[in-house]
């Protein structure tokens, strides 16, 4: 689950920097998350890795970001991992 300021904490969207959105899928025991593009292309997913103790983002094919969106995925993946620390 993602704490984001000015979010509920189960909204099935989540503003994820400027230009893309991530969508909740409800999975056990961790969340899953889409990826999408403000209109709507899906880009990827935001999941748990368990060798790495911490959520990544998986590209499709091909995917090119900007630095600005990298950014962006980077701060929502650190608010995973930290909503993920906080509920140990």
Known sequence: MVMIVGAEKRDARVRVGKHMY?????????????IHATDGFLL????????WRGYVFRPDSGLVMSWDCCLAMSRFLEGCNAAERGLR
Do not use: F, I, Q, S
């Open 22 to 34: 991530a969508e909740r899928l409800d999975c056990a025991p961790r969340d899953v998350y889409t």
């Open 44 to 51: 990827g997913y935001a999941e748990w890795y368990p060798r």
